[in-house]
């Protein structure tokens, strides 16, 4: 190997450490790889920046703005109301659910619509009584498939296109995928529908009007010296039979007593640790002769002017490896945590010394614009009111519905490009009136449009270097008895490991170049690897972690890592068997 692949291959490394152990946001560190590579001679300026200068990324700011105006004006809510006044069992609920969920995904960023769609599913599991660990799992794989329906489906398929056209082939027309993805997404639809009752446990969600024991949220208060409680027994002082509240610990002078008996005697200055109910936790704060212990970022609200939110932690967020303490939360945010919940483990630790970790569930109580303030930025995955209302629908939706189609209808008969059409509806949202500029702006999630950008470099670093080749050659070599299928087996495989280690994004323009190379081995058109790398890098089924809308779900539905892996692996199985034998029939080799 030369200096130059020996140099490509520590940074990668180094980049994929970083993202492994959640050291920086996953666009600071592709970045930040790209930047080392320009310095140190592997790609020039132009090979860096490339990126920048590529439809993709541009196509999917536009859509991203498309996407929110849909949200704003509650465009889906008709569709959605039809949903949950349907279904009276789980396969009923998932047979109206899942449908809708894959066409909305197929044209639209599929981030909104399960945002949108999670505090809805929810509250209707809470009023059936059911989990929603039933429904939310199902309901991001959904839009995960239905990103394989279409080029505008997801972010990765525009990424490979523009990969395609700078390296001199035809870009993906906009429903090329269709006629692999549908049939996809239908028979996925079927199999979430018939194992989904089956494999996916119950588990607990804190909703607010949930009325069974819920998943475990932690608080710490502290007796107050001299107050209503010093001196009084557990019962006696009314902590023993708190509705949907628990006290599991006393520490007193740094000894633990636990558990606590009834008739435990309080003295000032205890601490206790309570374990309930997000909404029940919340009622300790007025429990007279309590105090929060987090002083440093809690304070009292009038709860008939405030509401409760639950926000989910993403990879992107500022908030990872930090505490609530060093991130001067409540100042930042106009909010109080009143509880955090880490799937899968307790929380025994005070709050505000809680090193905050991807798809951590924070509860909090601030006012009713905090989902309005922090609802598009990366602080958040995820930002749902407890117990809120679901959107109402906007007069301007008819606006949104004629845009929408005219960002589709051109590009598809071929008129204008992608690129073009989505700008144009962009826009156009705006001169209508339905975004206001600031709006438009804050719904890009400039975080991916920098990783995309930056990525194109990495790819470039990988093909100039000559890695790409070596590679290749080597995929020659072990897949040779197979001939081009077994290669196509080879990238594929590759690709769902990659994708779970440096985001979807990432693997793609880490792997076309590789793509090419094979492809050039074998003496073969390099479409169809390159369908087999947008399909596979964009169905992430088997982690929380390899795709957003994984992630969304983690907290809300209650779920633990490995319950991805029930569901995801035959899903992942379905997806790797559909490319190998459909993929070289509709892009022969």
């Not at 509860?363 to 407890?386: C, I, N, Q, S």
Request: proline share 6%; with cysteine.
């Amino acid at each position: 190997m030369t200096g130059n692949e020996w140099l490509t291959v520590a940074v990668l490394a180094v980049m994929v450490a970083v993202l492994v152990r959640d050291l920086m946001a996953p666009s600071m560190a592709v970045l930040g790889a790209t930047v080392v590579l320009l310095v140190c001679g592997v790609i020039d300026s132009a090979q860096a920046l490339s990126g920048f200068s590529n439809p993709a990324p541009i196509t999917i700011a536009a859509l991203y703005i498309l996407a929110r105006a849909v949200e704003r004006t509650g465009a889906l809510q008709p569709v959605l109301t039809g949903i949950f006044g349907r279904g009276t069992s789980d396969r009923g609920m998932l047979t109206s659910l899942l449908p809708p969920t894959v066409g909305a995904s197929a044209f639209l960023n599929n981030t909104p619509i399960v945002a949108m769609l999670i505090p809805q599913v929810s509250d209707w599991a809470a009023r059936r009584g059911t989990s929603p660990s039933r429904y939310l799992m199902p309901l991001s794989f959904a839009a995960i498939l239905g990103g394989a329906v279409t080029l505008t489906g997801t972010a990765t398929n525009l990424v490979i296109s523009g990969l395609l056209e700078a390296h001199g082939h035809p870009p993906i027309g906009i429903f090329e995928f269709t006629p692999f993805g549908l049939p996809l997404a239908i028979v996925g639809i079927v199999l979430i529908t018939l194992l989904a009752p089956r494999l996916l446990p119950d588990r607990h969600a804190a909703r607010e009007d949930l009325g069974e024991e819920q998943r475990e949220y932690v608080v710490n208060m502290e007796v107050v010296p001299g107050g209503p409680l010093d001196g009084k027994m557990v019962e006696e002082g009314g902590l023993r039979h708190l509705q949907g509240v628990f006290l599991i610990e006393i520490v007193r002078h740094g000894n633990v007593i636990a558990p606590v008996a009834p008739t435990t005697t309080l003295e000032g200055g205890d601490e206790l640790t309570f374990v309930g109910i997000a909404d029940r936790v919340v009622d300790l704060q007025g429990m007279q002769g309590l105090t929060s212990t987090e002083h440093e970022h809690l304070i009292v609200f009038d709860t008939s002017q405030h509401t409760f939110y639950e926000a989910v932690i993403g990879a992107a967020s500022p908030l990872v490896g930090r505490t609530l303490r060093e991130s001067s939360f409540r100042a930042t945010y106009q909010a109080a945590v009143v509880a955090i919940h880490r799937a899968g483990e307790r929380v025994k630790a005070k709050l505000g010394s809680v090193r905050l970790q991807v798809g951590d569930t924070l509860v909090m109580l601030t006012d009713p614009g905090f989902g309005d303030r922090w609802r598009d930025h990366r602080d958040f995955l995820l930002v749902a009111e407890l117990g809120g209302t679901p959107p109402s629908v906007s007069r301007k939706t008819w606006l949104v519905g004629l845009v929408t189609l005219g960002v589709i209808l051109p590009a598809a008969l071929g008129w204008l490009e992608i690129v073009q059409t989505a700008l144009l509806g962009g826009f156009a949202l705006v001169l209508l009136g339905v975004l206001s500029p600031s709006e438009a702006r804050d719904a890009v999630d400039m975080n991916v449009v920098v990783l995309i950008a930056a990525a194109f470099g990495l790819g470039a670093a990988v093909e100039s270097s000559g890695l790409a080749d070596r590679i290749g050659h080597g995929m020659v070599q072990v897949f040779e008895p197979w001939g081009p299928i077994g290669a196509l087996l080879g990238i594929t495989l590759a690709a769902v490991i990659l994708r779970e280690l440096v985001t979807n994004k990432g693997a793609a323009v880490l792997l076309f170049p590789i793509c090419l190379a094979t492809a050039q081995q074998f003496g073969v058109d390099a479409r169809p690897f390159a369908i087999a790398l947008a399909i596979t890098v964009a169905t992430s089924f088997l982690t929380p972690i390899g795709y957003q809308t994984n992630t969304m779900v983690y907290g809300p539905g209650g779920y633990r890592f490995g319950d991805y892996m029930r569901l995801g692996l035959p899903l992942t199985i379905l997806v790797i068997g559909a490319i190998l034998i459909f993929v070289p029939a509709i892009w022969p080799f």
